[in-house]
Nanobody, 116 residues
Framework: QVQLVESGGGLVQAGGSLRLSCAASRTSFGINDMGWYRQAPGKERELVATISSGGVINYADSVKGRFTISRDNAKNTVYLQMNNLKPEDTAVYYC??????????WGQGTQVTVSS
C-alpha cells in the first residue's frame, strides 16, 4: 500500500520560515499531481499548492509570493517552502498524491503553528 510520510512542521514566530517534505513510498508507479492542503481548527480543508509531474504549479491566492512548492520525481517527494509565515497560516498541513493506477492518497498531516 502506498504511504505518504510528511515531515518539517513545527512552531515558528510570525515572519519565520519552515520547509515541509512529503515522500511517497511503496510504489513503483509514477505520480501525477502532488500537493499540499491545510485545515485550521473549525475550518474546511483547503488547497495550498499543487504541482503536476511536468511542473505546472497552482497556488492559493493567500500564499502566493510566500510559499514555493517543488518536487523531486526521482524520489517521489514534494516540498513546500514557507516564508514570511503569518498566524493565519496555522493549520495541519496534509500532503496529497495522485498515484498512477492506485489513485489519490493523503499523508497523516503535520502541524504548523505560527505565533504572533
Amino acid at each position: 500500500q502506498v504511504q505518504l510520510v510528511e515531515s518539517g512542521g513545527g512552531l515558528v514566530q510570525a515572519g519565520g520560515s519552515l520547509r515541509l517534505s512529503c515522500a511517497a513510498s511503496r510504489t513503483s508507479f509514477g505520480i501525477n499531481d502532488m500537493g499540499w492542503y491545510r485545515q485550521a481548527p473549525g475550518k474546511e480543508r483547503e488547497l495550498v499548492a499543487t504541482i503536476s509531474s511536468g511542473g505546472v504549479i497552482n497556488y492559493a491566492d493567500s500564499v502566493k509570493g510566500r510559499f514555493t512548492i517543488s518536487r523531486d520525481n526521482a524520489k517521489n517527494t514534494v516540498y513546500l517552502q514557507m516564508n514570511n509565515l503569518k498566524p493565519e497560516d496555522t493549520a495541519v498541513y496534509y500532503c496529497n498524491a495522485d498515484v498512477r493506477v492506485f489513485g489519490k492518497y493523503w499523508g497523516q498531516g503535520t502541524q504548523v503553528t505560527v505565533s504572533s
